[in-house]
């Protein structure tokens, strides 16, 4: 099959196929006479497999990992284990992250009454021009805090 049957049958991008093989996650097609790449059922698996992890969110790296046990199999289950352990706690840290970012929106939500207030005095608006101040102030005067010159 060539690339483009490959991507549409996987639903990865023909240019992602192509990174995958210059990463060494792929093995390189074989080239018909015409130098389109021709690839196999092997292909199919493989990048499906590489799809399926990317889905689960794992990094290029721990993709290749893993395809090194599929490859060489030979009682890796704990480093297996080790792997998705691993992905789990950046997941876990991720959701932490998210609570967290909804607990501010649902915060800055609650700044508004939603009875027509307009421009800057809107309660979120207001609150989101005094954030992006503080953090302006901040970069530009590293050592102040909240613009405020600290006395030494």
Same mark, same amino acid.
């Given at each position: 099959? #060539?690339?483009?049957?490959?991507?549409?049958?996987?639903?990865?991008?023909? +240019?992602?196929?192509?990174?995958?093989?210059?990463?060494?996650? /792929?093995?390189?097609?074989?080239?018909?006479?015409?130098?389109?790449?021709?690839? +196999?059922?092997?292909?199919? +698996?493989? /990048?499906? =497999?590489?799809?399926?992890?990317?889905?689960?969110?794992?990094?290029?790296?721990?993709?290749?990992? /893993?395809?090194? =046990?599929?490859?060489?199999?030979?009682?890796?289950?704990?480093?297996?284990?080790?792997?998705?352990?691993?992905?789990?706690?950046?997941?876990?840290?991720?959701?932490?992250?998210?609570?967290?970012?909804?607990? #501010?929106?649902?915060? /800055?939500?609650?700044?508004?009454?939603?009875?027509?207030?307009? $421009?800057?005095?809107? $309660?979120?608006?207001? +609150?989101?021009?005094?954030?992006?101040?503080?953090?302006?102030?901040?970069?530009? =005067?590293?050592?102040?805090?909240?613009?405020?010159?600290?006395?030494?």
């Amino acid at each position: 099959m #060539q690339i483009k049957d490959l991507a549409a049958a996987t639903g990865v991008d023909a +240019e992602t196929i192509r990174y995958y093989e210059k990463q060494g996650l /792929l093995p390189a097609p074989a080239r018909r006479d015409n130098g389109y790449r021709h690839y +196999e059922p092997l292909h199919l +698996e493989r /990048l499906s =497999f590489i799809r399926h992890c990317r889905a689960l969110d794992m990094p290029l790296a721990e993709v290749q990992r /893993l395809l090194g =046990f599929v490859d060489g199999p030979s009682g890796h289950c704990g480093d297996v284990n080790d792997l998705v352990d691993a992905q789990l706690g950046r997941v876990r840290a991720r959701l932490a992250s998210m609570r967290a970012l909804e607990k #501010q929106l649902v915060q /800055l939500r609650a700044r508004c009454s939603g009875a027509g207030a307009s $421009g800057v005095s809107c $309660g979120i608006l207001s +609150e989101l021009v005094a954030a992006a101040h503080g953090e302006a102030v901040a970069h530009e =005067f590293p050592g102040h805090k909240n613009g405020v010159r600290s006395r030494a």
